[in-house]
C-alpha cells in the first residue's frame, strides 16, 4: 500500500525539548511504522533543523523525496504549552518554509504517474495561497483510492472557503468534538447534532465516512448507514499531542487493510490511547499493538498477496 500525504514539517517546542511534528507529518510516520509506503510532500529550512528534519524523517521510514529546501525561509516552529489534563495548546509562527511548499515539475509528473491508495492532509498548511493552489491541483490530478481529510483546525488558520473546497475532494472525514461545533456553525449556520451534522454532510458531498473523537469516551464512525458509538479505552495521560494524528492513521491502515469502518474505529481509539499515554507524538509501539498490525497485514495479504510472510 502507498499513501502521500501534505502539509506542515515543523518542530514542536514542548517543555524546553524540541520535538519533529505536524499533524500530516505525525500521520505519515505512523503510517511508515504500521508497514505502508509512505511519501511526504512539505518544505524545511536549510538550516540545523531542517537537516534534522529530515534525518529524522528518513529514521522513521519515510520517502522524503518530495520535501524540499528552502535557502532563505527557516524550518518551521510551533511552542506548545500542556495543561494540567496534558492537552497542548499551540503559538505557531508564519513565515517558515512549510508555508512555501513547492514541488518541481520533475517531481510532480512522478506523483501522477503513481496510483496511491490514500491522499492525506489538514488544514493548518492551507494558510498560505501558494500551498493551497498545488495542495488542490494535486487533488484534482492524483489518481487514489481514498482522500483522507483530517480537519486538525489550529488557532485562526481557517476559512471556510478552504474547507468547503477541501471537502469536496474527500472520501473519510476526522475531525474532532470541538471541530464538529465549530464546522456545524461555519458550514450549516448552526450547531447541531452531531448526527444531524455527519447526516448534512454527507447530503452535500461525496463523503465514505466520518469519524470525530470524543477524547476520552472514544470516537463516533459514521458510513452514511450506520453510526458507530466506540467506546473509549481508559489511561493515564501522559500527553495528547499527536493522539489524534495517530488515531487518523490507525484508521486509516486498517481501513484500507480490509477492515470494516467499526473495526477500524476500535483499532484507532486503541493507538490514540496509547499514544496519549506516552511522551511525544511517535513513540515505540509496545508488543501487543505490533502484533495487532501484523494481524491487519496478514489480512491484507490474504486478499492481495502482498504480504508473503503472514
Known amino acids: 500500500m502507498k499513501v502521500l500525504s501534505f502539509g506542515e514539517l515543523l518542530?514542536?517546542?514542548?517543555?524546553?525539548?524540541?520535538?519533529?511534528?505536524?499533524?500530516?507529518?505525525?500521520?505519515?510516520?505512523?503510517?511508515?511504522?504500521?508497514?505502508?509506503?509512505?511519501?511526504?510532500i512539505s518544505a524545511v529550512g536549510s538550516d540545523k533543523l531542517g537537516q534534522e528534519a529530515l534525518?529524522?524523517?528518513?529514521?522513521?521510514?519515510?520517502?522524503?523525496?518530495?520535501?524540499?529546501t528552502h535557502l532563505y525561509l527557516p524550518t518551521g516552529k510551533v511552542?506548545?504549552?500542556?495543561?494540567?489534563?496534558?492537552?497542548?495548546?499551540?503559538?505557531?509562527?508564519?513565515?517558515?518554509?512549510?508555508?512555501?511548499?513547492?514541488?518541481?515539475?520533475?517531481?510532480?509528473?512522478?506523483?501522477l504517474r503513481e496510483n496511491w491508495d490514500a491522499f492525506c492532509f489538514g488544514t493548518l498548511a492551507q494558510r498560505t495561497k501558494s500551498n493551497r493552489?498545488?495542495?488542490?491541483?494535486?487533488?484534482?490530478?492524483?489518481s487514489?483510492?481514498?482522500?483522507?481529510?483530517?480537519?486538525?483546525?489550529?488557532?485562526?488558520?481557517?476559512?471556510r472557503e478552504w474547507i468547503e473546497q477541501?471537502?469536496?475532494?474527500?472520501?473519510?472525514?476526522?475531525?474532532?468534538?470541538?471541530?464538529?461545533?465549530?464546522?456545524?456553525?461555519?458550514?450549516?449556520?448552526?450547531?447541531?447534532?452531531?448526527?444531524?451534522?455527519?447526516?448534512?454532510?454527507?447530503?452535500?458531498?461525496?463523503?465514505?465516512?466520518?469519524?470525530?473523537?470524543?477524547?476520552?469516551?472514544g470516537s463516533l464512525v459514521f458510513d452514511g448507514y450506520n453510526f458507530y458509538n466506540i467506546s473509549g479505552v481508559k489511561i493515564k495521560v501522559k500527553d495528547t499531542v499527536g493522539?489524534?494524528?495517530?488515531?487518523?492513521?490507525?484508521?486509516?491502515?486498517?481501513?484500507l487493510s480490509g477492515a470494516s469502518p467499526e473495526e477500524s474505529g476500535i483499532?484507532?481509539?486503541?493507538?490514540?490511547?496509547?499514544?496519549?499515554?506516552q511522551s511525544g507524538a511517535v513513540p515505540k509501539y509496545h508488543s501487543k499493538l505490533r502484533e495487532q498490525i501484523r494481524v491487519f497485514k496478514c489480512q491484507q495479504g490474504k486478499d492481495n498477496q502482498k504480504f508473503s510472510s503472514c
Open 11 to 40: 518542530w514542536d517546542i514542548i517543555e524546553g525539548k524540541a520535538y519533529l511534528g505536524g499533524a500530516p507529518f505525525n500521520v505519515a510516520c505512523h503510517l511508515s511504522k504500521m508497514g505502508i509506503q509512505s511519501s511526504y
Open 55 to 68: 534525518r529524522i524523517a528518513k529514521r522513521y521510514g519515510l520517502d522524503t523525496s518530495y520535501i524540499m
Open 79 to 111: 511552542d506548545v504549552y500542556l495543561d494540567q489534563e496534558g492537552n497542548p495548546k499551540y503559538t505557531i509562527y508564519e513565515n517558515v518554509a512549510w508555508d512555501r511548499i513547492f514541488l518541481r515539475e520533475d517531481l510532480k509528473s512522478d506523483l
Open 133 to 142: 493552489d498545488l495542495l488542490f491541483n494535486l487533488l484534482s490530478h492524483l
Open 144 to 159: 487514489c483510492r481514498h482522500v483522507f481529510y483530517d480537519v486538525n483546525l489550529r488557532q485562526n488558520f481557517y476559512q
Open 166 to 217: 477541501s471537502l469536496k475532494f474527500s472520501t473519510i472525514l476526522k475531525l474532532n468534538e470541538e471541530e464538529t461545533v465549530i464546522l456545524s456553525e461555519l458550514l450549516l449556520g448552526k450547531v447541531t447534532s452531531r448526527q444531524d451534522f455527519c447526516r448534512a454532510l454527507f447530503s452535500k458531498y461525496k463523503l465514505k465516512i466520518i469519524c470525530i473523537t470524543l477524547g476520552e469516551r
Open 243 to 255: 493522539a489524534g494524528d495517530s488515531y487518523s492513521a490507525a484508521f486509516l491502515f486498517s481501513f
Open 267 to 277: 483499532f484507532a481509539n486503541q493507538v490514540g490511547a496509547f499514544v496519549a499515554s
